[in-house]
């Protein structure tokens, strides 16, 4: 077992993406949207998965509802224009960032024969991805394989370095998740704090 120093287990490795796995998990992991998607676990840690309406469950919105959802808030756009997902396809993890649009970057996995390929997807395009964005593997990926093969697709410390933030600002900026890696979030935020060391984070505030 690979340990960081934070006690993060990066050799963790999900049973499976696919079917078997809880209809909560399968769902969270379908919403694009990002605040449909923590309204969805709201619901879903209150007990109330019944409660769950077709907006709020929907994989992704129709052009018209998505012009409505954004006239409500722009924020309220993260994560509704990633591409949509190929029917076997089910996103692993995700970066949200507190951008005016609340952008969203992920990771897909789907079956291809024997393997399991993954492609990392951003709401633009791929505009702000780098030129490694798929690959493969015979089984679920670790948790340290999860974050070098997002971290290289995704470059979240460049996003970092040109918001200009500090080590508080750049947790405050990004929202990790992911419904088969409970440590996911804390690995990513560990990285926060070895790309913002403590010293430079004590200058910006003195």
Same mark, same amino acid.
Request: charged share 30%.
């Given at each position: 077992?690979?340990?960081? /120093?934070?006690? @993060? #287990? ?5 049973? +499976?993406? *696919? ?15 990002? &605040?449909? !998607?923590? =309204? ?7 007990? +109330? *998965? ?11 919105? /129709? ?8 006239? @409500?808030?722009? /924020? %309220? ?7 949509? !997902? ?10 949200? @960032? ?7 970057? $992920? ?9 399991? &390929? ?10 702000? %991805?780098? &030129?490694?964005?798929? !690959?493969?593997? @015979? ?18 410390? =460049?996003? %970092? ?8 600002? &750049? ?5 990790? $998740?992911? +419904?088969?890696?409970?440590?996911? /979030?804390?690995?990513?935020?560990? !990285?926060? #704090? ?5 010293? =430079?984070? #004590? =200058?910006?505030? $003195?």
């Amino acid at each position: 077992m690979t340990m960081s /120093s934070d006690g @993060i #287990d990066l050799d963790f490795r999900p049973k +499976a993406y *696919f079917w078997p796995i809880a209809a909560e998990t399968h769902v969270l992991a379908t919403i694009k949207g990002a &605040a449909r !998607r923590a =309204e969805a676990a709201r619901l879903i840690a209150a007990g +109330a *998965f019944d409660k769950l309406d077709n907006f709020l469950a929907a994989s992704a919105l /129709s052009e018209e509802d998505r012009r409505s959802w954004g006239r @409500i808030h722009p /924020s %309220l756009m993260g994560g509704e224009y990633l591409p949509d !997902r190929a029917e076997t396809e089910i996103e692993i993890a995700r970066i949200n @960032i507190a951008s005016t649009t609340s952008d969203v970057t $992920s990771v897909y996995a789907r079956r291809q024969g024997k393997r399991i &390929a993954y492609r990392v997807v951003d709401e633009y395009g791929g505009d702000t %991805l780098s &030129a490694v964005t798929r !690959r493969t593997s @015979i089984r679920p990926l670790t948790l340290g394989e999860l974050r070098q093969f997002f971290l290289t697709a995704w470059r979240l410390d =460049e996003v %970092l370095q040109m918001n200009d933030l500090d080590r508080e600002g &750049a947790h405050d900026f990004v929202r990790p $998740s992911s +419904a088969f890696y409970p440590q996911f /979030s804390q690995l990513i935020r560990l !990285r926060i #704090d070895e790309w913002i060391p403590i010293a =430079e984070a #004590d =200058e910006v505030h $003195s």
